[in-house]
């Protein structure tokens, strides 16, 4: 293992400087929204794994592009329809003059760049007769409203309505505060077609990766071994094919570059295959946005430093991803 930390004081994300985090959600509808808020423009990049996502703006975050950055993150659940969520955070960013403006100029409205990710959870039950008024706009508008330093996790904001496999999903974060004075954290609406336990058990994927029994201190049954074949969990032939996804984030307040936060991204996709299996599969539009802050130094020479920061952020989203599905299923021992 490489330098090892502990969590920061809310075990949040937003234990980042500058950062906070906003959930809204509708019960009868079953889905909800989450907004990660940069106090600043905050640089970023993106890696899409799943063979189904759905994105907005990603091609922005690209290195070579113009922007390299955002003013603000949307994860919604509903598919295409959670998308508009993006379009209400905008407005309401565009409205407080918070956006990117080659040239300042009275009456010309700035562009605020607010890309997103969404997850489908339109078959889970909940009232979704919207007809042409969906409800994400509205959803968008109170997430970043609600933005605050506490992140509630389990049913709450994109993972109000989620499932994992054929378990409760639910939605995560977690944090490291390094040994070299870095911090880092995750965020995730856990909707996976994968199953984030061991077959047969209710340990967790990622428990070699807990700190202080933050998803119930749960090991692998003595003598365990991997079941021969596929699928890898007794009860996965239960998640619904094409109903899936796992979105996320990953930040650190190391100033990073566009490209820099691209490999913090790749990275910490092994977290997201480390907690969930399958993972990245032809239906899941697994997505792992990364943040920067820039508000310190790396510490020490840059390849070695991201290379720490990148297996850090791996850890961190693993924990995330145990943590909303922990929190989604109560936190109660008795597992699935």
């Known amino acids: 293992m490489l330098n090892q930390g502990r969590p920061g004081p809310g075990n949040a994300i937003t234990d980042i400087e500058g950062l906070t985090v906003g959930h809204s959600h509708d019960p009868a509808i079953a889905t909800g929204v989450t907004v990660i808020l940069p106090a600043r423009f905050a640089t970023a990049a993106v890696d899409v794994r799943g063979g189904g996502p759905g994105t907005r703006e990603s091609d922005a ?3 070579e592009r113009l922007v390299g950055g955002c ?15 993006a379009d209400a955070v905008a407005a309401a960013l565009g409205a407080r003059g918070h956006g990117f403006s080659l040239i300042e100029q009275d009456g ?8 997103a990710a969404i997850l489908y959870d339109l078959a889970n039950g909940g009232d979704k007769g919207w007809g042409e008024d969906p409800p994400y706009q509205r959803l968008g508008r109170d997430a970043l409203a609600a933005a605050g330093r506490e992140v509630a996790i389990g049913r709450a904001g994109a993972g109000y309505g989620a499932r994992a496999g054929a378990y409760p999903g639910g939605l995560g974060t977690a944090s490291l505060d390094t ?28 428990w070699d990766a807990e700190i202080a029994g933050e998803y119930g201190a749960r090991r692998p ?19 619904t094919a094409g109903a899936n996804t796992t979105i996320c984030a990953v ?17 910490a996709q092994d ?16 997505v792992v946005f990364a943040l920067s802050t820039g508000a310190k130094a790396l510490p020490g020479p840059a390849p070695l430093a991201l290379t720490m920061l990148g ?17 989604a299923e109560g936190g109660a021992d008795g597992g699935p």
């Open 221 to 239: 049954p003595q003598g365990w071994t991997p079941p021969p074949g596929f699928p890898p969990d007794t009860k996965i032939g239960a998640a």
């Open 271 to 286: 977290g997201l295959a480390r907690a969930l299996q399958p993972a990245h599969a032809p239906t899941d539009g697994d």
């Open 61 to 63: 975050l690209a290195p």
């Open 179 to 206: 040994e070299e004075g870095i911090t880092v954290g995750a965020i995730a609406a856990v909707n996976a077609f994968g199953s984030p336990y061991l077959p047969g058990t209710n340990c967790f994927h990622a």
């Open 108 to 115: 010309v409205p700035v562009s605020p760049v607010v890309p």
């Open 311 to 327: 297996h850090h952020a791996a850890a961190c989203l693993a924990r995330a991803i145990a943590r909303g599905v922990f929190a």
């Open 251 to 267: 930040a650190t307040d190391a100033k990073l570059t566009t490209a820099d936060c691209q490999r913090l991204a790749i990275m």
């Open 71 to 85: 003013h603000a993150l949307v994860l919604a659940g509903g598919s295409v329809y959670g998308l508009a969520a």
